[in-house]
């Protein structure tokens, strides 16, 4: 009769939601009845009673102490779920990731984790957290097109920067968007644009630096090495061990020493650069073909086919001559493949020594 007394009670203080207090009831009759499987039942009814009120963090709590009871476990994870997409409504991004995180095996939890990031996404870049957006996409994986929009925001940021006038800053965020559509072309479109500025500022080594730096962009090459030759005075001077040129500004050359070598200098015209050895001498014509006088042996001076060319440089036993495509073509002794320039592409500059 007493047990009936308290289990009575214990189902009265759960209408009266005095959950606790039902519990401890019905563990106390734990041998009467049904008593022993309803302990834990009700947490579960005061979990459901929470989620109701839109309480989901005090129903998950709830939804724990009611253990094994019932299907509490998977209301648990459904209520993370839910969760989720409340926080996710209300912008809460990280505590939107954190709850479908939580939810585990339920439903799509793990797509809505991704979405969230993507979703996390868009909105940083609508607040211009362009690093915290792409860090965001990087997250999404492969939600939709995420992978591919990895780099957008700093593409949009140097398009942003750009219209602030912005130019160097731009250059940076354009760079760590290198990959993403014209990115590259774009940050070498404003070098070869700052190159223009700084060289009629007169600002000429800054000026080819800077065109160098936006090759391939168009003529940029070709640019910088004008600069180079018109305003730096490169390949004004060649010399060898016995031999010395110069390059005079009507374009022909005044040289002394090895009379094989300068002979054949005397009647050079429209010389651009010149460069010079103890046994080579080389001449870089305005046309882009190239001079050149000495030791023939070993086809040191079959330059005759050369075009396009806009630097020449000579070793003891090479000529070596950069296009203005950026490749490179070279000349004499090969016995440990230095002329083996075939493959080489994209050179900015070039040098040779002995």
């Known amino acids: 009769m007493v047990y009936k007394v308290f289990y009575i009670q214990a189902e009265d203080l759960l209408a009266?939601?005095?959950?606790?207090?039902?519990?401890?009831?019905?563990?106390?009759?734990?041998?009467?009845?049904?008593?022993?499987?309803?302990?834990?039942?009700?947490?579960?009814?005061?979990?459901?009673?929470?989620?109701?009120?839109?309480?989901?963090?005090?129903?998950?709590?709830?939804?724990?102490?009611?253990?094994?009871?019932?299907?509490?476990?998977?209301?648990?994870?459904?209520?993370?779920?839910?969760?989720?997409?409340?926080?996710?409504?209300?912008?809460?991004?990280?505590?939107?990731?954190?709850?479908?995180?939580?939810?585990?095996?339920?439903?799509?939890?793990?797509?809505?984790?991704?979405?969230?990031?993507?979703?996390?996404?868009?909105?940083?870049?609508?607040?211009?957290?362009?690093t915290g957006a792409s860090d965001a996409f990087r997250k999404a994986e492969n939600y939709t097109d995420a992978k591919d929009r990895i780099l957008q925001p700093f593409y949009i940021q140097g398009e942003d920067l750009m219209a602030q006038g912005k130019e160097e800053e731009a250059i940076l965020a354009f760079k760590a968007a290198d990959g993403y559509q014209n990115a590259r072309e774009r940050y070498q479109m404003i070098y070869y644009s700052l190159a223009e500025k700084l060289l009629g500022e007169k600002e000429y080594r800054q000026a080819a630096i800077a065109f160098q730096r936006a090759v391939p962009y168009h003529d940029a090459l070709q640019r910088c090495w004008d600069i180079r030759y018109d305003h730096l005075y490169e390949g004004r001077l060649g010399a060898g061990w016995d031999t010395v040129g110069f390059l005079l500004e009507d374009g022909t050359v005044i040289s002394t020493g090895s009379y094989s070598i300068t002979s054949p200098t005397e009647s050079w015209q429209n010389v651009r650069a010149v460069s010079a050895t103890s046994d080579l001498f080389a001449g870089l014509k305005k046309d882009g073909t190239v001079y050149a006088a000495g030791d023939v042996s070993a086809k040191k001076c079959k330059v005759d086919d050369w075009q396009d060319m806009i630097a020449v440089v000579v070793a003891s036993d090479h000529i070596a001559g950069l296009k203005k495509d950026g490749t490179v073509s070279a000349v004499g002794w090969n016995y440990k493949r230095e002329c083996n320039v075939e493959k080489w592409q994209d050179i900015v500059d070039i040098s040779a020594c002995w």
Not at 16 to 23: H, L, R, T, V
Not at 76 to 101: I, K, P, S
Not at 120 to 130: G, V
């Open 16 to 130: 009266e939601k005095d959950y606790e207090g039902a519990s401890d009831t019905f563990r106390k009759i734990e041998h009467y009845s049904n008593a022993k499987a309803r302990i834990y039942e009700p947490f579960y009814i005061q979990g459901e009673d929470l989620l109701a009120q839109g309480k989901e963090e005090e129903a998950i709590l709830a939804f724990k102490k009611a253990g094994d009871y019932s299907n509490a476990a998977e209301r648990c994870l459904m209520t993370y779920y839910a969760w989720g997409e409340r926080l996710l409504g209300e912008g809460d991004y990280e505590g939107a990731v954190l709850a479908f995180r939580n939810a585990g095996r339920h439903a799509d939890a793990r797509e809505r984790i991704l979405q969230t990031y993507y979703l996390q996404a868009e909105h940083l870049l609508t607040c211009k957290d362009y």
